[in-house]
Structures are given as structure tokens and as C-alpha cells.
């Protein structure tokens, strides 16, 4: 799903599973890892009981464009970011931007070196 559909789908009542194309999906080969961190599940949602019903992500992949050779260096940190999203939220909420920031120039080492 793209933007705003869950913020739709949660208006009226359905619970929603977050999924962006343009950013979560994992075959999309060009996209850094990083990258995954600008999808917004909540995007819209500002009502805390509508938050409730996103029940969390999902990354997709098609099979066709991405093979074993691309695993280790594309998929599984992509995967390993939108698993981590909740993560990240509860650090900049608690710790605020700085503490984040340190986390994400931590893991751009590895982003470097697999380039």
C-alpha cells in the first residue's frame, strides 16, 4: 500500500497492515536500506485509538528481480530496518534525535562497506 491508505482504512474502522512500495519492498534494488526509515506507518493517524489499528508491516518482494546473490547485502538490511521501525520510534521518542542519529551514522559504517 502506498501513502495514506491505512490512514483510510482505519477512518473507517478496519485494521490495517502497513506495507509501502516505494520503499519496502525489497526488491527494489536501487533503494538504500536507509531509506526505509522515511516510510511513516502512522502517516495521518493522529488519533491515538485509530493508531491502535495499525497492527504493524509488512516488506514484500518480488521473486522474479532478486535472487540469493542479493540477500546478505540488499534484502536482509532493508528487512532488518522496517523490523527495527518500532525500535527506532521508542529511541526517539525516550532519547530523543541526537541518540538516533548516532545509531543511524553506526549503520552507515556497514552501508559503506558492503558499496
Not at 546478505?72 to 526517539?92: C, L, N
Request: charged share 20%; proline share 3%.
Amino acid at each position: 500500500m502506498g501513502g495514506g491508505v491505512c490512514a483510510k482504512a482505519v477512518a473507517k474502522g478496519f485494521r490495517c497492515i502497513f506495507s509501502n512500495q516505494g520503499f519496502w519492498y525489497l526488491d527494489h534494488l536501487d533503494v538504500p536500506w536507509y531509506e526505509v526509515y522515511k516510510a511513516e506507518p502512522l502517516e495521518g493517524i493522529n488519533d491515538t485509538s485509530m493508531q491502535e489499528l495499525v497492527l504493524g508491516g509488512e516488506v514484500c518482494m518480488w521473486s522474479e528481480t532478486a535472487d540469493t546473490s542479493v540477500v546478505q547485502q540488499t534484502i536482509w538490511p532493508r528487512a532488518a530496518a522496517a523490523a527495527g521501525m518500532p525500535i527506532v520510534k521508542y529511541i526517539i521518542i525516550k532519547s530523543g534525535c541526537k541518540k538516533m542519529k548516532l545509531i543511524l551514522e553506526f549503520f552507515n559504517i556497514f552501508s559503506r562497506a558492503s558499496n
